[in-house]
């Protein structure tokens, strides 16, 4: 098992999660950060350090395996990130909203660390 991170932290990227990795696993985009599954040791020390709950155990992912895929794509292209930087301004505005990835998300990269 792996953790993942899901619509949730679209555009609000708090990155509370980054800083208790103890394995560095996250990588950076412009609005969303990711788990790296195969850097991933399971220990579930980053989920309750989210503040909008945007980080599951793989196992209660999509039927379709969606945000298993989108991290680990991502995590191959994007920069790593190990310390915790200053969420988007507008971050608040956009913490309860639902379906945030297909509306708001960039694959750009972000600037790592």
Same mark, same amino acid.
């Given at each position: 098992m792996t953790y993942i991170v899901t619509d949730a932290c679209v555009r609000c990227k708090f990155m509370d999660c980054v800083e208790v990795c103890p394995v560095d696993c996250f990588?950076?985009?412009?609005?969303?950060?990711? $788990?790296? +599954? *195969?850097?991933?040791?399971?220990c579930g020390v980053c989920e309750p350090?989210?503040?909008?709950?945007? $980080?599951? +155990? *793989?196992?209660?992912?999509e039927p379709d395996g969606k945000w298993l895929k989108v991290n680990a794509d991502f995590a191959k292209i994007w920069p790593n990130i190990t310390v915790k930087g200053a969420p988007p301004a507008d971050a608040e505005e956009f913490e309860?909203?639902?379906?945030?990835?297909e509306k708001y998300f960039s694959e750009k990269p972000g600037k790592g660390s």
């Amino acid at each position: 098992m792996t953790y993942i991170v899901t619509d949730a932290c679209v555009r609000c990227k708090f990155m509370d999660c980054v800083e208790v990795c103890p394995v560095d696993c996250f990588y950076e985009g412009e609005n969303f950060l990711v $788990i790296a +599954p *195969d850097e991933c040791i399971d220990c579930g020390v980053c989920e309750p350090e989210c503040p909008v709950d945007a $980080i599951k +155990p *793989d196992t209660e992912d999509e039927p379709d395996g969606k945000w298993l895929k989108v991290n680990a794509d991502f995590a191959k292209i994007w920069p790593n990130i190990t310390v915790k930087g200053a969420p988007p301004a507008d971050a608040e505005e956009f913490e309860r909203e639902t379906g945030k990835f297909e509306k708001y998300f960039s694959e750009k990269p972000g600037k790592g660390s």
